[in-house]
């Protein structure tokens, strides 16, 4: 292996939704840098942390089946029972939502927390309040799919929040979503909500540090506790 090779597998990869702003941002640097020089080095400290912010590492997702993973990187912000947006139309009954709150240093490619088939994508502008406060859920900017799994349907909601203005989602209806496969993210600082069956009980608490893609929320197929018997463990 060549210092080369060595070099380009220690790099992480940066995802192509990202190349614009750093071009944008280096292209701004040179041209401030140009008249004053220390607006150079702000400039490329800036753009070092866009290309920081876009990064998009390999994942190794657990395979077994009726695990449902973490969708993004960040903090688990809420555990509990809430009803999934009107705009879904899941079900008007409350749902096991787990939420997932990233900053602007989290990885923010977001990731399908089970295989599944895309039914709908819903698209509801809104608010852009702290996505760590629960009404965020109802008045934020958000994106949601729905996937058709073998245990029911699961809503997955990218939410905009005081940084986060754009919400990106490549993934379309029909199509087929394997554990773990990238379907969006959101630029500069989110969260994702995932709305599971009412009865399954996660396995992961508030202020824990989630890894998209690789961290287990809950187990579909688990023997399911009472949320009380599981909170006092």
Not at 103 to 125: D, Q, S, T
Not at 142 to 164: C, F, H, K, M, W
Not at 174 to 200: A, C, K, M, Q, W
């Amino acid at each position: 292996m060549t210092i080369i090779d060595s070099i380009r597998k220690s790099v992480v990869p940066i995802h192509p939704e990202g190349h614009k702003f750093i071009a944008i941002f280096a292209v701004a640097t040179v041209i401030l840098g140009w008249f004053v020089s220390a607006l150079f080095w702000i400039g490329l400290f800036l753009t070092l942390w866009c290309c920081y912010f876009f990064r998009d590492p390999a994942r190794v997702t657990p395979l077994k089946k009726g695990l449902v993973i973490s969708p993004a990187d960040g903090i688990v912000s809420g555990v509990g029972l809430a009803t999934p947006p009107k705009e879904l139309g899941l079900s008007n009954e409350p749902m096991m939502r787990v939420s997932v709150f990233m900053n602007v240093f989290n990885v923010h490619v977001n990731r399908a927390p089970i295989k599944g088939k895309v039914m709908k994508v819903a698209y509801k502008p809104g608010k852009f309040l702290n996505a760590e406060l629960d009404k965020a859920s109802e008045d934020n900017e958000r994106n949601s799919l729905i996937l058709d799994t073998e245990y029911g349907p699961v809503g997955v909601t990218q939410i905009a929040g005081l940084v986060a203005r754009r919400i990106v989602c490549w993934s379309e209806e029909g199509e087929n979503l394997p554990t773990g496969e990238r379907f969006g993210l959101i630029r500069f600082g989110s969260r994702v909500d995932v709305y599971l069956p009412s009865h399954i009980v996660p396995i992961v608490v508030e202020g824990q540090t989630m890894i998209a893609g690789e961290t287990i929320l809950a187990n579909m197929e688990g023997v399911q506790e009472s949320i009380g018997a599981h909170r006092e463990q």
